[in-house]
């Protein structure tokens, strides 16, 4: 979010404004936090739980200069944006409040006033943090949208941080994907292993089949599926992950039913397969994809297979990026929309959509856990990667928790069949599976 946004009160003045000053300018109706800053104003509350404090001109810069919540996020990562009232692993309470303030555009008068405040030094955006990727026109122009090199750069970005770092945050199960949660006092390892139930169950899975596990991280639900039986292959463009995988696959002697490769899911030559599950990738292929998404998958099945889509999606079937913060720092290239048009997209291209469920309250739980997991292991983690890529992380995925829990994202599961040519699916008259 950006201060540079609304008017409280028309402020014509031709006096220096101090950065309080400029917050209260434009924002309607009480701060709900305490805000200080360098220049040594303030404002909201002095009792307030909850408080940013403004380190340097160079943060004022940022937050100026950068639409959206890219600013802040710069200003907050490269350290001159402090956090009070919440440990940087999990700030999610003060990412609440903070939804609470009311910025529109300010008035000429304001912005001028603002302007002749902030002066012209402090108007010229600075160099961004290192973790930032490039914008995204950048990258239009260094390579095709969604080319198989430009899809592993990003996945690059985001999954090969470091394997320990992920271990620390996400925990024993090594899931970076949206729990299950059977009961309300469920841990998380055990909402993760539900999950990995769920999908097996639903995918009508025993012993002997064959499983096709795209996107498939640090090999969680191949693991899950090789050990009651079924062969599996994963596929993953994270290098880091798929090393880390087949140490686990070997530690678990599973080496003679499950592989995970190092590979662009479209490198998959074998067919035939009774199931493929696809858990947390749908958002990183780009909606006008979805079409040779789902024709591969649909190739690589038996008739009679089956399908387990799972994906962050939007509550509107509009096609939007994952906003500029996330883009730049988190999934560049990521773009989601509703369950609507991913159910839209498997029919047209010829499967039989048979059921579909929200879970967007388990993803709110689960992001809850991982953030306890990255306060509880702070230290460590600020050792492994850097404060600055850790408090990326702390605001990622409380900023994320909050999306989930306001409804501004939601995650859907997905299941389709690959017919026969008569239009036979060959399932149960109701669902087969334990919700």
């Keep these: 979010m950006?201060?540079?946004?609304?008017?409280?009160h028309d402020t014509g003045t031709a006096e220096r404004l101090s950065m309080a000053q400029i917050l209260d300018a434009v924002t309607r109706g009480e701060v709900p936090l305490r805000f200080t800053a360098y220049d040594g104003s303030a404002t909201g509350p002095e009792d307030a739980p909850y408080g940013l404090h403004l380190k340097t001109p160079r943060g004022a810069s940022y937050i100026a200069t950068a639409p959206g919540d890219l600013g802040m996020a710069r200003a907050y990562v490269a350290g001159d944006l402090d956090l009070h009232g919440v440990h940087p692993g999990d700030p999610y309470p003060l990412l609440a409040a903070m939804g609470d303030l009311h910025f529109a555009m300010p008035s000429p008068r304001t912005a001028a006033a603002i302007a002749r405040s902030l002066g012209v030094d402090l108007l010229k955006p600075p160099p961004p943090p290192p973790?930032?990727?490039?914008?995204r026109w950048r990258r239009v122009a260094e390579g095709l949208r969604h080319s198989k090199t430009r899809d592993a750069e990003a996945i690059h970005h985001h999954y090969d941080v470091s394997n320990r770092f992920y271990e620390m945050v996400l925990g024993p199960s090594?899931?970076?994907?949206?729990?299950?949660?059977?009961?309300e006092?469920?841990?998380?390892e055990e909402a993760?292993?539900?999950?990995?139930?769920?999908?097996?169950?639903?995918?009508r899975l025993k012993e002997g089949d064959r499983l096709l596990d795209i996107g498939c991280g640090w090999g969680g639900m191949v693991r899950y599926a090789a050990r009651r039986g079924v062969r599996v292959i994963g596929a993953t463009l994270s290098r880091e992950q798929a090393q880390w995988a087949q140490?686990?696959?070997r530690r678990e002697g599973l080496q003679d039913l499950a592989e995970v490769r190092f590979s662009d899911y479209r490198d998959i030559a074998e067919t035939g397969f009774d199931a493929v599950s696809s858990i947390g990738l749908t958002e990183h292929i780009g909606v006008k994809n979805y079409p040779s998404y789902f024709r591969f998958i649909k190739s690589r099945l038996r008739p009679g297979g089956l399908l387990l889509n799972?994906?962050?999606t939007r509550p509107d079937n509009k096609r939007?990026?994952?906003g500029a913060f996330i883009d730049r720092y988190v999934f560049p290239d990521g773009e989601l929309t509703g369950s609507g048009t991913i159910i839209a997209s498997i029919q047209d291209i010829g499967m039989e959509v048979r059921h579909e469920e929200n879970l967007r309250e388990h993803y709110a739980r689960t992001l809850a856990g991982w953030c306890a997991y990255l306060e509880q292991n702070w230290d460590e983690c600020v050792a492994e990667v850097g404060e600055a890529t850790a408090r990326v992380w702390g605001l990622y995925m409380a900023g994320s928790r909050l999306g989930f829990d306001r409804n501004v994202v939601q995650l859907h599961q997905v299941l389709a069949v690959k017919l026969g040519d008569k239009g036979d699916a060959g399932l149960p008259l109701r669902p087969w599976w334990q919700a």
């Design 2 to 8: 950006t201060i540079l946004k609304t008017n409280r």
């Design 131 to 135: 973790q930032e990727a490039l914008p």
């Design 174 to 183: 090594m899931t970076y994907t949206c729990a299950c949660f059977p009961t």
């Design 185 to 188: 006092d469920a841990t998380l």
């Design 192 to 203: 993760q292993e539900n999950k990995y139930r769920l999908v097996f169950d639903k995918l």
């Design 247 to 249: 140490e686990a696959i």
């Design 310 to 312: 799972h994906c962050i």
């Design 320 to 322: 939007t990026s994952t």
